[in-house]
């Protein structure tokens, strides 16, 4: 058969057009492999051609885009190919018994690969944009991403120093602390005042601590029940737990989550708390006495 | 970026032209011509060479790829060429002279360009410039003739990543 005879012409001629042109993907692979591509592309036509099939040139042009695409075969040097496997053909078809049949089943293989080869090399193109979308907006979340973890680590270290300074302790007399709260008495607040209550009192040997909340607008039942285990706390230190400015709503919070503060005293205010504070202590707030040469 | 070693000069005129192909990014252009220690470019003289590349260069690390090629493509509205025929080939073949209205001074390379059919050609590029503003300069000749070009690094060396040359291959 004419393609069996031809097919060893075609796959020398078409490796050496490949091979010829410089700056081409075909150069830069080299000769032999040019020649192994020609030889692929050739066994494919005569396994395709006489059954008017494509499957063997599919495999064949697959297996090529696999191979050189990433190595960087574009549209030029697929055209180059396609131009060459159809140059190399025909001069090959007009050297030996060619009928009009043949001619169409070779004309429409040929047809074929062209189609199949620039949708293959569309395909792979459509990828790698899509993979570079893909990569680029990875690539932007992991930068917001970033600056989210930065921006979190700077917020979370405002709001360490802000805790710090909203739980001042204050010694207004031996064995007396002041602690004033401002603002929401949440959970992690409640536990950070019970561990620096506790440290202050075994630095100071304070015995009675006033806890101001009349600056707490609301606080909620964990944070109440905190407010009781303090107190514990406080007691087992051999140190009492005053808690003075209840709001009515705090008042309210209470009553309504059914918290027991037996145990804790509750005062109104700041000043009658720090005349109970006093009164422990066996000290008074009073008069100055005049002086005897005024 | 490849640097000229010798008297190279470049014309102020195609510089320009390049930063008004940038448009919007008047800000961009005004910080770069400042750290090249200048506050505009006089578009009737002529610059050191290697001083002249390095606005390109500059420009386009801050900008990117895509953006250089855009501006490539407006550069022959803009940039002194030598008159232009409505023949694809010739429009091609005057990419060299067009370089050299642009730049001149020994060893400042060149463009060679080599037809394989009607409708495909390799351009070998030697000249200063970044190489994505080589591929938007052919696209932009082609596009001045309604022709959409695809227009292909070929494999192997870049002037960009320290090689002697760019490849094109331009389809037509």
């Known amino acids: ?294 | 970026m490849r640097t000229h070693e010798g008297e190279g000069r470049y014309n102020g005129a195609a510089l320009n032209s390049f930063l008004l192909g940038l448009g919007h990014s008047d800000a961009l252009v005004k910080k770069v011509l400042n750290d090249a220690g200048v506050d505009t470019i006089d578009p009737g003289r002529w610059y050191e060479i290697n001083w002249a590349i390095g606005i390109y260069f500059a420009i386009a690390e801050q900008i990117g790829r895509a953006a250089i090629i855009a501006v490539g493509k407006k550069m022959i509205e803009t940039a002194p060429f030598p008159p232009i025929d409505r023949n694809i080939k010739s429009l091609l073949m005057s990419l060299d002279a067009a370089y050299r209205l642009n730049a001149e001074g020994p060893n400042i390379g060149g463009i060679t360009t080599e037809f394989h059919d009607d409708t495909s050609a390799t351009s070998v590029w030697t000249s200063m410039g970044p190489c994505p503003l080589n591929i938007g300069i052919i696209q932009g000749c082609c596009s001045k003739l309604g022709i959409h070009a695809i227009v292909e690094h070929a494999p192997g060396e870049c002037m960009d990543k320290g090689g002697a040359s760019c490849t094109y291959h331009i389809s037509f």
Request: with cysteine; charged share 20%.
């Open chain 1, 1 to 294: 058969m004419w393609l069996e005879r031809s097919a060893p012409a075609i796959a020398d001629a078409l490796a050496t057009k490949l091979y010829a042109r410089p700056h081409t993907v075909f150069r830069m692979i080299g000769e032999p492999a040019c020649q192994a591509l020609a030889r692929e592309l050739s066994r494919a036509m005569r396994a395709d051609v006489p059954s008017g099939q494509t499957s063997a040139l599919r495999d064949a042009l697959t297996e090529m885009m696999r191979a050189l695409a990433p190595k960087g075969l574009g549209f030029s040097a697929l055209r180059q190919l396609l131009q060459a496997l159809r140059a190399v053909t025909i001069d090959a078809t007009a050297t030996a018994e060619f009928g009009n049949a043949s001619h169409r089943a070779v004309e429409s293989w040929l047809y074929q690969g062209v189609m199949l080869a620039s949708m293959q090399l569309y395909a792979y193109h459509e990828a790698q944009m899509q993979e570079q979308a893909a990569r680029l907006e990875v690539n932007q979340l992991e930068s917001q991403l970033d600056d989210l973890k930065v921006a979190l680590d700077e917020k979370t270290r405002l709001l360490d120093v802000i805790r710090a300074v909203s739980t001042p302790i204050v010694p207004i007399h031996d064995g007396v602390l002041v602690v004033p709260l401002i603002g929401v008495l949440d959970h992690e607040r409640a536990t950070l005042l019970t561990e620096r209550v506790l440290k202050a009192i075994v630095a100071t040997t304070a015995q009675v601590i006033l806890l101001d909340l009349s600056g707490v607008p609301v606080f909620d039942a964990q944070a109440a029940e905190m407010l009781v285990r303090t107190g514990r706390a406080v007691r087992l230190l051999g140190a009492e737990l005053i808690l003075v400015g209840l709001s009515s709503a705090i008042a309210r919070t209470i009553v309504e989550l059914d918290v027991d503060l037996a145990g804790i005293t509750t005062l109104s205010t700041l000043q009658a708390g720090l005349g109970l504070a006093l009164s422990r202590r066996e000290l008074r707030i009073g008069p100055i006495e005049p002086s005897p040469d005024r």
